[in-house]
């Protein structure tokens, strides 16, 4: 079975402290890429970052790090010292790569509020 | 320059009424898809299209009926509306396994 979940349905930050988004992905797939995107409150889906499979580097961009781990089937998502414009709707997806149809698999999201 | 435009942006009609949305990209992308995004924000994906083919189509109502007349567009033609399919339509288009880009979404409503 395909299948990614988001077991945090909404969490609540004050601003500047750090939040962790978990995400949890189900493949047999040995060769798959996973993804984040972010919904703000406008409605439009941005992109945040792919990794492959085979890239268990962990990433960081900005205020923005993810932590992928192989071994636990984990790519979570981690905000340091996040502000207001970090509230949105975060999704995690899995694209398996063996079948060739590309399907991507999302996540059911989880909502952030960061309050001021 | 818009990557990937949708049409209408919002859709308000009557049940039983026949609508299309109509989706364009201008990436040079191969695939397109056409997602369901419900009142909790669960994102569905419907259909895919790799250079005008058919390769994915969940289990869709077939009031539902997509169309690909070339690479760069996706139409989404549905039939018979009813109150359940009132929700944000997301169209998006990859390069095989890269990020999806997506367009901004057509509120459906379904009075």
């Known amino acids: 079975a395909q299948k990614v979940t988001q077991a945090q349905t909404e969490i609540s930050v004050v601003e500047k402290e750090d939040v962790t988004l978990d995400c949890v992905y189900e493949t047999r797939d040995t060769t798959y890429y996973l993804f984040w995107y972010k919904q703000p409150p406008s409605g439009e889906l941005v992109f945040l970052i792919r990794r492959n499979s085979f890239d268990e580097q962990n990433e960081i961009s900005g205020r923005y790090s993810w932590n992928f781990q192989k071994s636990t089937s984990s790519f979570n998502f981690t905000i340091t010292a996040s502000q207001v414009v970090d509230s949105a709707v975060y999704f995690c997806a899995l694209t398996p790569t063996t079948s060739g149809t590309y399907k991507y698999i999302f996540g059911t999201g989880t909502r952030l509020k960061v309050l001021a | 320059d818009t990557a990937v435009s949708q049409t209408p942006k919002y859709l308000v009609t009557q049940m039983g009424n026949d609508k299309s949305i109509k989706c364009e990209q201008n990436l040079g992308h191969d695939t397109m898809y056409w997602y369901k995004q419900d009142s909790k924000k669960f994102l569905k994906i419907m259909f895919s299209y790799n250079n005008k083919e058919l390769i994915i189509n969940e289990t869709v109502p077939n009031r539902f009926s997509p169309k690909s007349p070339d690479k760069a567009h996706l139409n989404l033609h549905i039939n018979s509306l009813e109150l359940g399919d009132s929700a944000v339509y997301f169209c998006?288009?990859?390069?095989?396994?890269?990020?999806?880009?997506f367009g901004p979404g057509t509120r459906l409503t379904v009075l």
């Open positions: 998006a288009s990859s390069q095989a396994v890269n990020e999806q880009f």
